[in-house]
């Protein structure tokens, strides 16, 4: 019995017998000898058969064989220098599972709505397949790193009855006789309730935003991972960000060389990741912009463009902190010495990225986080179990959320955040 083997476990089977289980990639002839390239999700490898060596049905059934064809080989695992992985297979059979069709994606050079609509069957592409498992890779250090730090996973609710970020972008839906339900925008207010109960926790999940914005950076859903510490202020929260962001970044670079490299991503920029971290004044930022020509005024968020200027004049992520009330979601501390300012820090990644962390200090004062919720014609009832926090034993605390698909965009330096989510979700894409 030829037992089956995964091709990225194929080197410890050197000269033995295999069988693969997996789809035709490419095929090419030079008429006497048959090359087939087949990947199984692990890997790609290239089967080699010549004439007279195998049984003719065998060296016949390459013409039959059609690209994404699913087909099971045998054959003989030989080391070569020159194959991508360094090993071949020496081919004796093959069993045909599926002829596929015509395959719609083919090695030549397709658009981008093409493939998006075709994007169930583009993940079988090298750069999407490299894109995503360097994100598998992500979201195991972004674990790694919390588990290791003693911190507990609480996940929150996805149908939630309190608006978490802001009212201009939120899914909405009748929820039996309650009332309406909302699409988290965010995990946080459940956070500040589990932190209560265990200190540090976090939560990691798809959020949702119905953003009317149509750019490289949006989605409308993503998915996003949120920490909250219980006496953490501002500060403490800033560092522990740094140490994230250093250990997912030196993480990947340790265990996607190949896919990064695929990608033709330049790794000595990645290198540089190491905390700590500049760190700015939003005050300062917008007299940065406005010298540099930006249309920005002091009190508005910063846009797009702003961050971009700002994160490509640094190596490093660099923290923007303390943005005015106003441009903030009610939620913040307020600022010890100027009330127009609160307590907060967006990170923005290098290389013109922008933002891929937003964290604050939490208002942790019962009366005034009444007024905010009043001036910003929130329902206060929807946020009574919140308030109660403010009430029970009420302690300093912080938290962040980081943006998977940000995060993944900037590390494989890809143009757009589509390719960073296996399905997309924008405003103009639903299929497939
Ligand atoms: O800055 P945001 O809106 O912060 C919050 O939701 C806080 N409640 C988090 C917290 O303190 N617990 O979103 C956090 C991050 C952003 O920095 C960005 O990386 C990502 O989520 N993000 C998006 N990613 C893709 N598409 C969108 N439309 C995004 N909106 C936010
Ligand atoms: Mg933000």
Redesign the pocket.
């Known amino acids: 019995m030829i037992s089956h083997c995964y091709i990225e476990d194929i080197g410890t089977h050197l000269g033995g017998e295999i069988l693969l289980k997996g789809w035709l990639y490419n095929k090419r002839s030079k008429g006497k000898i048959h090359f087939l390239l087949v990947r199984d999700g692990t890997g790609i490898i290239q089967c080699v058969m010549s004439e007279g060596e195998v049984s003719e049905d065998v060296f016949n059934t390459y013409d039959k064989l059609t690209q994404e064809s699913s087909l099971e080989v045998k054959g003989k695992v030989r080391e070569d220098k020159r194959a991508p992985g360094g090993y071949e297979l020496e081919l004796s059979d093959i069993k045909i599972i599926q002829i596929a069709e015509d395959y719609p994606i083919t090695p030549k050079s397709h658009g981008t709505a093409f493939l998006m609509d075709h994007r169930h069957l583009w993940l079988r592409s090298k750069r999407q397949h490299a894109i995503l498992k360097i994100r598998n890779e992500l979201v195991f250090a972004i674990r790694d790193f919390f588990y290791r730090n003693k911190f507990i996973l609480v996940d929150a609710p996805i149908l939630t009855g309190a608006i ?2 802001t009212a201009s972008t939120l899914f909405e839906t009748q929820y039996y006789d309650e009332g309406k339900a909302y699409l988290a ?2 995990g ?1 207010l459940y ?1 500040e309730a589990a932190c209560m109960a265990f200190g540090k926790i976090y939560c990691f999940g798809p959020t949702f ?1 119905a ?1 009317k914005s149509k750019t490289r ?4 859903e ?1 998915w ?1 991972v ?1 920490a ?1 510490m219980a006496y953490y202020e501002q500060e403490d929260n800033l560092e522990l960000q740094e140490k994230l962001v250093e250990y997912i970044i030196s993480w990947v670079l340790k265990k996607n060389k190949k896919e990064l490299e695929l990608l033709e991503r330049d790794l000595s920029k990645l290198e540089k990741i190491i905390a700590p971290f500049p760190k700015i004044l939003y005050d300062d930022a917008v007299k940065i912009l406005k010298k540099e020509g930006g249309d920005i005024e002091w009190g508005s968020d910063l846009g797009g463009d702003d961050e971009t200027i700002l994160s490509n004049m640094y190596e490093k992520p660099v923290f923007v902190c303390n943005y005015p009330k106003k441009a903030r979601a009610f939620y913040m501390k307020p600022h010890p010495e100027r009330e127009d300012l609160v307590l907060c820090a ?1 990170l923005l990644a290098p290389e013109g990225y922008g ?6 200090q939490r208002n942790d004062d019962y009366d005034s986080l009444v007024q905010r919720i009043k001036e910003e014609n929130l329902p206060l009832d929807a946020y009574e179990w919140f308030l109660d926090l403010r009430k029970y034993g009420s302690v300093p605390h912080s ?5 998977v ?2 995060t993944l965009a900037w590390i494989c330096k890809l143009p757009h ?1 589509r390719e960073s989510i296996p399905f997309p979700r924008m405003l103009y894409r639903l299929y497939p």
């Open positions: 978490g970020e925008q965010t946080q956070n935003r953003e950076r949006h989605l409308t993503f996003q949120e909250e967006d933002e891929i962390i937003g964290g604050s938290g962040f959320g980081l943006g698909e940000r955040i």
